[in-house]
């Protein structure tokens, strides 16, 4: 499968901690997105980023793309309890920019 | 509000049945895809579309049938429900420019096969 890989799987903060969530992938990529579902939800863009960008911010998010490493980041700075979700990134290979490719998530709990 | 709508939102069938999931998004979006979404699995494609009249498999694409007549429309048809197939189905566009979009869901169908 081509399919990124989120790590960790689970991961529980106290609210106003910063949350870092890791994303691996198998072979070249256009582009990168991050999504977020919320319980019994559909699916929410959060950011996209490019091969050829290292970094990208949209509020209290920031990205990291390390094509090297084949590896992003999703950093949530100062949490809240409304951050509690699911987090999914997706990838978009090379020449297949319209099939988005999900891993399986990352499940955040953010204590009140 | 423009979005991606999806009916029904829940669905019980029984082995063998058929029925038609509904998409349709009105932002002109040429991208449309099918995913389902099972428990530890993330989401799987199914079956995608790049505009109207082209549709094409993704990586679960066995027991269901696409057609893409029109923008603004992507049913999904299961032939022959079977419980492996009980799932929440989603379904999402994107324009063909998508460099700094992604992908808008539907808030999506829960089925479940008896």
């Known amino acids: 499968s081509q399919q990124g890989e989120e790590d960790p799987q689970a991961l529980s903060i106290q609210e106003g901690e910063n949350a870092t969530m890791n994303c691996s992938y198998k072979t070249s990529i256009n582009n990168l997105q991050w999504y977020r579902q919320n319980s019994g939800r559909g699916l929410v863009h959060l950011i996209l980023?490019?091969?050829?960008?290292r970094e990208k911010h949209s509020g209290r998010l920031r990205v990291t793309l390390d094509t090297s490493k084949k590896s992003s980041s999703l950093l949530i700075t100062a949490s809240r309890a409304a951050d509690t979700a699911s987090y999914f990134c997706?990838?978009?290979?090379?020449?297949?920019?319209?099939?988005?490719?999900f891993g399986k998530g990352i499940t955040l709990s953010v204590r009140p | 509000n423009a979005g991606v709508t999806q009916t029904p939102k829940f669905q019980v069938l029984k082995t063998g049945q058929s029925m038609t999931l509904q998409c349709a998004q009105d932002m002109n979006h040429e991208y449309m895809s099918w995913y389902r979404q099972d428990p530890g699995m993330g989401l799987r494609l199914i079956h995608y579309?790049?505009?109207?009249?082209?549709?094409d498999q993704g990586e679960v694409p066995n027991g269901y049938n696409v057609s893409r007549s029109t923008t603004e429309d992507f049913p999904l048809r299961l032939l022959s429900a079977a419980p492996s197939q009980t799932s929440v189905y989603f379904c999402?566009?994107?324009?063909?420019?998508?460099?700094?979009?992604?992908?808008?869901f539907g808030s999506g169908t829960r089925l479940t096969v008896v």
């Open positions: 997706a990838t978009d290979f090379t020449g297949a920019n319209s099939k988005l490719t």
């Open positions: 999402a566009s994107s324009p063909r420019e998508a460099l700094n979009y992604g992908y808008t």
């Open positions: 579309s790049v505009g109207a009249g082209i549709t």
């Open positions: 980023i490019r091969s050829n960008e």
